[in-house]
């Protein structure tokens, strides 16, 4: 059973930067794809970005590509995203969440972290 806990949320400007670590605990960190979803209110959880459990390969959503950074530590058990040229409709609720390598679906997931960009 693997468990997310998300930090560094919060409020910043436009144009700003940020950087959200996920700490993954209790399964074998390795084995799992890491991925990061957001949410916005009023609006469907929607993909962000995700990382491979080798660190190899990564995939993003065109709204994201170019401005967002996934990478992993797997010293620390620990998945990055880190958001740059932020916008305020990146406001949203970011989750962390984990796969199995051979599951296509999103089983674990942290409990969000809440980041507001300002115009």
């Known amino acids: 059973q693997v468990q997310l806990v998300e930090t560094g949320g919060g409020l910043v400007q436009a144009g700003g930067s940020l950087r959200l670590p996920c700490a993954a605990s209790g399964g074998t960190f390795t084995r799992v794809n890491m991925g990061w979803f957001r949410r916005a209110l009023g609006k469907e959880r929607e993909f962000v970005t995700e990382i491979n459990w080798s660190g190899s390969s990564t995939y993003y959503a065109d709204s994201v590509k170019g401005r967002f950074t996934i990478s992993r530590d797997s010293a620390k058990n620990t998945v990055y995203l880190q958001m740059a040229s932020l916008k305020p409709e990146d406001t949203a609720v970011y989750y962390c969440?984990?796969?199995?390598?051979?599951?296509?679906?999103?089983?674990?997931w942290g409990q969000g972290t809440q980041v507001t960009v300002s115009s």
């Open positions: 969440a984990a796969r199995q390598r051979q599951v296509a679906t999103y089983g674990y």
